[in-house]
Each structure stands twice: as C-alpha cells, then as structure tokens.
C-alpha cells in the first residue's frame, strides 16, 4: 500500500473510530465533541472503556498506550490519567481543560495514526528512523 493510500485509508479507519464512540454512549457528549473539535486528536484513533476516551497512534488493537487518556470525575468533572493506568495527571474542571492537558503531553510526533498495529507502527517509524539517518 503506498503512502497516499495509507493515509487515505487511515482517515476513513479514524473518522469510523470517532463516530462508533459517539454512537457507543460510553463517553460524555461534551467530551467527545471537544476531543474531535482538536485537530491533534482528531487524527487518532479514539476507543473507549469504562466511560474513558483513549487516544492511539494506530488503528488497530492492541491500541497504543503513550497517550494519556481522559475518565470521568464526579460533579461533571474530569480526571486525566496515563498513559500507563498506574500514571495520574490531574483534575480537569471542564472538558476543555482535559483535552489541554492531553495536548501538552502527546508524544513528539503524534499522529496521523497508523493503519495498523502497535508493533507495524514501531516497525514502521523505526524504517522511517533509518531512512532519515541513512
């Protein structure tokens, strides 16, 4: 698959990934819509569990987890965590405020996501790696 295809392919993989979250009921409306209004995230591939929005650099299971991921807080509130679960962030007021902190915290790089798994992308970005260097 060339690169041109990919990257079509991965934005159509992507945009059906945020419209089943959407669909799927498990994360607050307010959230989703902040998160997909963020051009950054907007580019990765959302999954949810347990009522939290996890961002991957690829688009297929096992999901990456160097992002940090966003849960809901009581009183409406957030709480970010991550990217590993035993990783906290902070309390987040607003949704708004959420996605900031995520934003400062993607890793360098970050996105478009992959069509593929975690271990294709590491494949992927260590080729890219030697090309540049080579």
């Not at 991550?82 to 400062?104: D, K, Q, Y």
Request: charged share 25%; with cysteine.
């Amino acid at each position: 698959m060339g690169a041109v295809d990919r990257d079509t392919a991965g934005d159509a993989v992507v945009e059906a990934g945020w419209r089943e979250v959407r669909q799927d009921g498990r994360v607050r409306v307010e959230l989703l819509e902040a998160a997909y209004a963020e051009p950054r995230l907007r580019q990765l591939f959302p999954w949810t569990g347990m009522g939290e929005l996890h961002f991957s650099r690829c688009t297929e299971q096992r999901w990456t987890w160097d992002i940090p991921y966003i849960r809901p807080a009581p009183g409406g509130t957030y709480w970010v965590a991550g990217p590993l679960r035993s990783e906290t962030v902070g309390p987040a007021a607003t949704a708004r405020e959420a996605i900031a902190m995520v934003l400062r915290r993607l890793p360098t790089g970050c996105g478009p996501a992959y069509v593929g798994t975690p271990e294709e992308l590491a494949a992927h970005e260590a080729q890219k790696q030697q090309a540049d260097n080579g």
